[in-house]
């Protein structure tokens, strides 16, 4: 089993749709999360950062994160065509000196 | 969100020759950087992660003396990819982990990548 796991994709969905991107993972140490936001031939692109369990709310997009379930989850509302891209998660044990581990990605498509 | 550039941002070398990229972050000090590879339609790579002043750790598989790291500065590493061959060729991705804008978290930023293409 994976570290992190997330569904490939891609996610193919109608402009204004709410969309959910969704991780699980096998760590239960793993406290510190995040997601990215990965245009093509680009950088990826810091979007949330959360600690612990709970939601994180920034303009259209939350941030969902259940340890008890080893679950996250970053939606998006209003979904637009410039979201398309591809969304990788990241966690981490700890804040400090360690890489953070990234799931695969998802490939997301908001078509107008 | 803090900015970390990568130079250059594309670069085209023959079979061979050596090509270092340079990854600074310019506007937060980092405490480590890492060094992705990313091929098309596939994740990030870890590569190997550098603190500054000290020798880098490189994941397994990752040969060190092909690729040399050198984190010489809070805001400089540099990735060189010796006697570079196609099968080189790839998207290298830097990332800076320090603290940015205030933040209370060692957040991670990546720079906007090299694209090596080896002939």
């Known amino acids: 089993q994976k570290e992190v796991e997330q569904d490939p994709g891609p996610l193919s969905v109608p402009e204004g749709a709410i969309v959910s991107l969704n991780c699980t993972y096998s760590n239960s140490a793993f406290q510190y999360f995040m997601w990215y936001r990965q245009y093509s031939r680009k950088g990826p692109e810091l979007l949330m950062y959360t600690y612990s369990s709970g939601n994180k709310e920034d303009g259209r997009f939350t941030a969902q994160v259940d340890k008890s379930s080893k679950y996250i989850s970053l939606f998006i509302r209003d979904s637009q065509p410039s979201d398309s891209a591809t969304y990788l998660c990241?966690?981490?044990?700890?804040?400090?000196?360690?890489?953070?581990?990234f799931g695969p990605g998802t490939r997301l498509s908001v078509l107008p | 969100g803090a900015v970390v550039s990568q130079h250059p941002s594309r670069v085209i070398c023959k079979s061979g020759t050596s090509v270092k990229i340079e990854c600074r972050s310019l506007d937060f000090q980092a405490t480590t950087m890492f060094w992705y590879r990313q091929f098309p339609k596939q994740s990030l790579m870890l590569m190997a992660t550098?603190?500054?002043?000290?020798?880098?750790?490189?994941e397994q598989g990752v040969e060190k003396d092909k690729f040399l790291i050198n984190h010489a500065s809070l805001t400089l590493s540099t990735l060189t990819v010796t006697s570079a061959h196609p099968e080189d060729s790839s998207f290298y991705i830097c990332?800076?982990?320090?603290?940015?804008?205030?933040?209370?978290?060692?957040?991670?930023?990546f720079g906007p990548g090299t694209r090596l293409t080896v002939t």
């Open positions: 550098s603190n500054e002043g000290s020798k880098a750790t490189y």
């Open positions: 990332s800076a982990r320090g603290l940015a804008g205030g933040s209370n978290n060692y957040e991670q930023y």
């Open positions: 990241a966690m981490s044990e700890r804040n400090y000196g360690q890489n953070f581990v």
